[in-house]
C-alpha cells in the first residue's frame, strides 16, 4: 500500500489537521495517511507538550471512524528527539510491503535543510507539501517532491490550549469526542496541571 505520513505534535489534533490528512488520503493516490504522533520535535519546546501517551490517544478517537486515517506511534519506541529519517527508515524496513510517503506543510519545507539527513530524505522517499499561506514554494523542486493544494484552516493547537486555560469554548476546534477527552480528563488546563 502506499502510505502517507504526517508527522507532529498533535497538541491536541484540530480540525485543521484532520482536513489536511482527509483531502490527502482522497484527492492523491494513498492508500492510507498515518497520523505519527511525535514525542519530542527536535525543533520545538517541549515543556508545553502533553504526554505523549494522552496526544496519541486524543488523535485514536479522532480518526476511529475513518477507515483511511491511522494513527501511529512508532516513536514512542525511538530514542528521543525523535528524527523523521530513523522513523522513515525505521517504518521502511518494518513494512517492507508498504511505500511511505512524507507530508508536510509549506512552512516546514523552508526549514527542510535544518533537519537530519534531509538529502537522504529526498532521495529516498516521496514528499508532498501542501501550501500554507506566507510560505511559498518555487516550483523547481526535484521529482521526488509534489506540491498539493489543500482546504486550510486558521486553527492552531496553541490557540486550543490558551481557550482551554482561559475556560473559552473549543467546540468546532476539534471533534466533538475530542473535546470530550480533553474535558473528562482535564487537559491543558494549567501548565502544572498537564498529567503526565
Known sequence: ??????????????????????????????????????????????????????????????????????????????????????????????????NFSLIIGSDSYLNFNKWKNYEQIILNYNILIFQRPSFTIKTDLPESIKIIQAPLLDISSTQIRKNIKDKKSIRYLVTDKVMDEIELKGYYRSELENPS
Request: hydrophobic residues 40%; without cysteine; aromatic residues 12%.
Open 1 to 98: 500500500m502506499k502510505i502517507g505520513l504526517y508527522f507532529g505534535s498533535f497538541n491536541p489534533i484540530h480540525i485543521g489537521h484532520l482536513i489536511i490528512a482527509n483531502h490527502i488520503a482522497y484527492s492523491t493516490d494513498l492508500n492510507e495517511v498515518w497520523f505519527i504522533v511525535s514525542p519530542q520535535n527536535p525543533l520545538k519546546e517541549s515543556a508545553s507538550l502533553l504526554n505523549e501517551h494522552h496526544r496519541y490517544s486524543l488523535v485514536k478517537i479522532a480518526v476511529e471512524d475513518e477507515k483511511k486515517l491511522k494513527v501511529n506511534n512508532v516513536e514512542f519506541l525511538m530514542p528521543k528527539p525523535s528524527y523523521t529519517i530513523d522513523t522513515l527508515i525505521y517504518l521502511s524496513e518494518k513494512y517492507t510491503q508498504h
